[in-house]
Structures are given as structure tokens and as C-alpha cells.
């Protein structure tokens, strides 16, 4: 009795504790803010316009963070949409094409210019890799300066276009100032909403767990084009900004080093920050400014702070800040997982009927991965997939998974076809798995891991996170007691607030196991979660399993620990070339003469 109270109040402690993180994380944003609102009581003139520029910046930064810096996106020609925000407002307001619009009007439809096109640029990342990607934007960052030069009767060409001017109070270089400086705090509190949800935590999954991500039900090609709407929307609001601050705007101001400023900003800030990109663009901004002498340098000393970043400190000035993950854990913690938990995580069982494989076969090349497979997967069973390696076990879970679709046979739950290749659906139908190597985001916490496999029973739309409205603010809540519960139910608890790349090898396997637990799953697909586990904790894991499957849960284990195999499974499968060398349960395995020779030895 005791113990259930305790994991009663367990959730409200967690949100407890949440609370005192997020009043200590937002200590040095209202300490900018105090710093920013008084800047102009002890800022010269000419410190005011570099002030108001670093604000400018930071409108487009804040944006782009979300790209590189949580989706891991390398988008280096960003200046593209600061020059289209820039001719679009400058456009608009000197009635070159229309009538004279109002400077918050041109804005605000630069803003839908910028949306627009920051989904353009952005929609080759959903093909493109890495540095493919970089070129891209380059390459149109390169098109709008050419436009911007040809179209004389729209652009003035090399001759340029006045930039807007904002009407009182905003009319000042201290009244523009503070324009600036609002729209800034108020894009660093989106972005910062945005971070601490679930999508952005979606965002940190699909850059450096991408496979778990998918598996999670995330999105990766419908949360990129939402975010890539957004960052344009900002970076052409920075235009306009940036514009009004030039007074009178040609394509020169919009270089290869202004563009490189923005990126490297994020870079030497840390990747899955908010904090750190801020201060690194203040000090980019800053930084020519007591360098004068050498601005003719600036893109050579940019490359060397960044390689100076990487080298010394690559988790860039967040990393600096992290103070609480320099703490020393316990060298001796043991993982004791708390089965009675899982009735309230899973809830009661669901009608899901059975997981089928008939017939399916798939080669690479000449090499048949898996030949004339049949599987079933019963819920409130454990089945035990077993073989020698290059058995094809892995490959039946990638099938499963839709990440691999089978060349013949079919793949069914309750008698209804899995869609090929839409790994996202899978965790619709509650259909979750780990990974052979841990897929973990190490720079997020245990808690934050396991609350992305909840991703898709969030309600809140991305609005409603960016404005932190009530419904995204339910779902967090929400999130962070079930992940808490998942945590207490596989024995990690104590470690929820610990970075997980500092983790041992066997709590990785079981923050995947509680991450999978989040759906709620009515079928678990497990990829030797006892691999590098001592043999306590293989003991320890088989019992979680065998009550995971009480509860309802179809269990499908490939596992190359054979006692834990015939000691928790139902039935076991053995594969051999791809192919069922036999099938039954447990002792009808042991004995199997083929068996013991092929795999189990004798």
C-alpha cells in the first residue's frame, strides 16, 4: 500500500521539479531582458545601432535555430529570405508596384512572403542530406541577389530602394530600438516554447535518432515544413527589420559573411539551445566591433572561432552552461525495474487482434535477407525470434516496422495490411520497437527521450506550443507524469533529469524499453534488449517482459541469450538463412535436433 501511494505522488513531484527547472532555466532570459530594457541608459548612440542590429539578427537566428540547431538541418544560405523580407517590405512601402503600404502592414505580408518561401528552400531537406542541403540554400540565396539586381523597375538594381520608415514612437533610433527589441524577446519566448515540447523534442529526435523517431510516429517531412513556414516567416520579419535599420537597402548588404554570421551563431551557441544561439549572436554581432582593424578578416576569424568550438568545446556555449551535468553520479546504481507499475502505463488491453507475417520474402541483390517467412505475434504472448547472425530476425523488424518493405507475402494487423513504408503509421496502430544500438538523443535527458515516444498523443497543434496555450501546456503536463511513470516502471526514475549520453550501456536499453512504453503498445517489437545487460539484470529484464505481456502487450524478442529466451517466451521461431528452421514452444525448441546443432550447440 505504501508503495502505491508513493508512485501516486511520484508525478507530482515530477511536475514539481519541472517547475524549479523551468524558473531556473528562465533566470538568464529575464537577466537579457532587464539588461536589453535598460540598454539605452547606458548605451551610446552608436553602441544603440549595433544593439538594435543584434536584435535584427536574432529575430532570424531564433528561427533558424529551430532548423539547425534542433533539426539538425545545414542551412547556410538563410540570408536568402533576410533579402526577400528586406525588398518585400522596402517594396511595398515605397509603392514601387502598388500603392504606398503602411510600413506593420508590408511587414507583416513580408512575413507570408518569407513563410512561403522558407518552405521552398526547405523542402529539398526532406530528400537531400547533409551538405546537399547547404548548397541548395546557398544557391538560392545566390538566385535572390540576381533577381534583386535585374529587376531594376521593381528593386532599383544596383542603385537599391529606401527601407521603410516606421511611424512614432517608433520613429527614433531608441523608439526602433525598442520595436526591434520587442520582437525579439517575443520570437526568443516562441522558440523557447517551442523547444520545451513536443516538437521540439521531435525535432532533437529526428536529428540524432532519426530511425526512433520515425518509430515514435513522428513526422519528420510534415514537423520540418511547419517549422520551415516559421523560420521564413521570422527571417523575412528580420528583413524588414534590417531594412529599416540601413535606411536605404542594394544586394550588396546581403553577403556570404551575413549568412555565415547566422549559422555559425548557432553553432558556437550549441545545438538544442535557445540560450546558447542568443549569446552567440550577440557576441558575433559585437565581436567586429572591437575588431575593427581586422573586419577585412572576419569570414577567417569566424572559421576559426568555429573550429576553436568544435574542438575545445563542441557542445558550444550551452555546454559551457550546463553546470548541473558536471556533477558525478553514482558509480554504483542498479537498475530495479517496478513491474506492478505497468497495469496504470498500459492501461487496460487493447482488442488488437494478431501481428501476421504469411509468405513474406525480401533479398538484397542475390542474398535472400528473409524466404517464405510466417510469423504470429499473439498479444499477451511472448514470442522469441531466434537464429544464428544474418538469420534475417533484425530484417523480419525492419519489415515489420516499415522500414524495409517485404518484395513478397503480406504483412497484417487484425487482418488488415500494414501500409509499406509509412513507419510513422506504425505507432498509430500501436506498434512500437528498440533498436539493436540504442537510439537515444544524448543531449536530452532521460525524461525528455522517453516523453518522445508519447510525441503522438500530444494534442496540441504547433501553434498552440508556440504561444504556450493552455491545450500544449495539458499535453506537457501530461507527458511528464506518464514518462515519469514509464521511468519508475523499468527502474530509472532517480535518473530523469541526467543527460542521456551519460548513462551505462544497460540503462540506455531500458530508457529505450520505457520510451517504447509511452504508446502504450499493443505490440512491442524488442531487438536484444539483454545485449551487454550483466546477468542480474537479464533476470530482471525477463520478468518486466512477461509482465508487459500480461498486461496485453504482444512481446516480440530477438534475443541472443537463449536462457532468457526459453526461460520468458511463449513460443519461439528459429530463423536460419532466412528461412524457419522450427517453430513451437520452448521445450519443443530445446529438443529440436536441427536446432541444437545449427544454433544452440551439441
Not at 224 to 249: D, E, H, K, R
Not at 285 to 307: N, R
Not at 424 to 442: E, N, S
Not at 521 to 539: H, M, R, V
Request: with cysteine; aromatic share 8%; net charge neutral.
Amino acid at each position: 500500500m505504501m508503495d502505491t501511494s508513493a508512485a501516486r505522488l511520484r508525478p507530482s513531484r515530477a511536475g514539481v521539479h519541472a517547475s524549479a527547472s523551468t524558473i531556473g532555466a528562465a533566470v538568464p532570459f529575464l537577466t537579457l531582458l532587464l539588461v536589453g530594457v535598460a540598454f539605452p541608459l547606458f548605451g551610446g548612440g552608436y553602441w544603440g545601432v549595433i544593439a538594435t542590429r543584434a536584435c535584427v539578427y536574432w529575430v532570424l537566428v531564433s528561427g533558424l535555430n529551430l532548423v539547425v540547431g534542433f533539426a539538425g538541418q545545414i542551412a547556410i544560405g538563410w540570408v536568402a529570405l533576410l533579402t526577400l523580407g528586406a525588398y518585400t517590405t522596402s517594396v511595398l512601402t515605397a509603392g514601387n508596384v502598388t500603392p504606398a503600404f503602411p510600413p506593420y502592414l508590408a511587414l507583416a505580408i513580408a512575413a507570408v512572403v518569407g513563410a512561403v518561401f522558407g518552405l521552398i528552400i526547405g523542402l529539398p531537406a526532406l530528400r537531400l542530406r547533409t551538405f546537399y542541403f547547404a548548397i541548395t540554400t546557398l544557391g538560392f540565396a545566390t538566385i535572390v541577389t540576381q533577381v534583386a539586381l535585374a529587376w531594376q523597375s521593381v528593386t532599383g538594381g544596383g542603385v537599391g530602394v529606401p527601407g521603410p520608415i516606421f511611424p512614432a514612437p517608433f520613429a527614433s533610433q531608441w523608439g526602433f530600438y525598442y520595436f526591434c527589441f520587442g520582437l525579439a524577446a517575443i520570437c526568443t519566448w516562441m522558440t523557447a516554447n517551442v523547444a520545451a515540447s513536443r516538437f521540439g523534442r521531435a525535432l532533437t529526435a529526428i536529428r540524432d535518432a532519426e530511425v526512433a523517431a520515425e518509430a515514435s510516429g513522428i513526422s519528420k517531412s510534415a514537423l520540418l515544413s511547419t517549422v520551415f513556414l516559421f523560420s521564413g516567416a521570422v527571417a523575412a520579419i528580420a528583413g524588414g527589420l534590417f531594412a529599416a535599420l540601413q535606411s536605404y537597402i542594394t544586394p550588396d548588404a546581403f553577403t556570404l559573411d551575413l549568412s555565415i554570421l547566422f549559422f555559425i551563431s548557432i553553432l558556437i551557441g550549441g545545438r538544442g539551445s535557445v540560450l546558447g544561439p542568443l549569446l552567440g549572436t550577440i557576441l558575433l554581432t559585437a565581436l567586429p566591433e572591437f575588431a575593427a582593424p581586422l573586419v577585412a578578416w572576419s569570414t577567417f576569424l569566424y572559421a576559426v572561432l568555429l573550429l576553436v568550438i568544435v574542438l575545445a568545446i563542441p557542445g558550444g556555449i550551452a555546454e559551457i552552461l550546463d553546470f548541473k551535468n558536471r556533477r558525478p553520479l553514482e558509480s554504483d546504481r542498479a537498475i530495479i525495474p517496478r513491474p506492478d507499475l505497468l497495469a496504470r502505463l498500459l492501461g487496460a488491453p487493447a482488442n488488437a487482434g494478431a501481428l501476421m507475417l504469411e509468405h513474406v520474402a525480401l533479398s538484397f541483390g542475390g542474398v535472400h535477407a528473409i524466404e517464405d517467412l510466417d510469423l504470429e505475434i499473439r498479444p499477451g504472448q511472448v514470442h522469441g525470434l531466434i537464429g544464428p547472425n544474418g538469420s534475417g530476425k533484425t530484417t523480419t523488424l525492419n519489415v515489420i516496422s516499415g522500414f524495409y518493405a517485404q518484395q513478397r507475402g503480406a504483412v497484417s494487423l487484425n487482418g488488415t495490411a500494414l501500409p509499406v513504408f509509412n513507419r510513422p503509421q506504425r505507432a498509430h496502430m500501436r506498434i512500437a520497437r528498440t533498436f539493436q544500438t540504442p537510439r537515444i538523443v544524448g543531449s536530452a535527458s532521460v525524461l525528455q527521450n522517453v516523453m518522445i515516444g508519447g510525441t503522438i498523443d500530444g494534442e496540441g497543434t504547433f501553434v498552440e506550443s508556440l504561444l504556450s496555450l493552455p491545450r500544449h501546456r495539458r499535453d506537457e503536463a501530461m507527458l511528464r507524469d506518464t514518462a515519469m511513470l514509464a521511468l519508475a516502471a523499468v527502474g530509472l526514475e532517480r535518473l530523469a533529469a541526467v543527460r542521456a549520453d551519460r548513462l551505462q550501456h544497460s540503462e540506455l536499453r531500458f530508457t529505450e524499453i520505457a520510451r517504447a512504453l509511452m504508446l502504450r503498445p499493443a505490440f512491442l517489437l524488442l531487438d536484444e534488449p539483454a545485449a551487454g545487460l550483466s546477468a542480474e539484470e537479464i533476470g530482471r529484464l525477463g520478468a518486466l517482459l512477461l509482465t508487459i505481456a500480461r498486461a496485453g502487450t504482444g512481446v516480440l524478442l530477438v534475443e541472443h541469450h537463449a536462457d532468457l529466451v526459453f526461460d520468458i517466451c511463449h513460443h519461439v521461431t528459429v530463423l536460419n538463412l532466412g528461412k524457419v528452421l522450427a517453430a513451437g514452444t520452448p521445450a519443443e525448441i530445446r529438443s529440436h535436433r536441427e536446432v541444437v546443432h545449427a544454433y544452440l550447440g551439441g
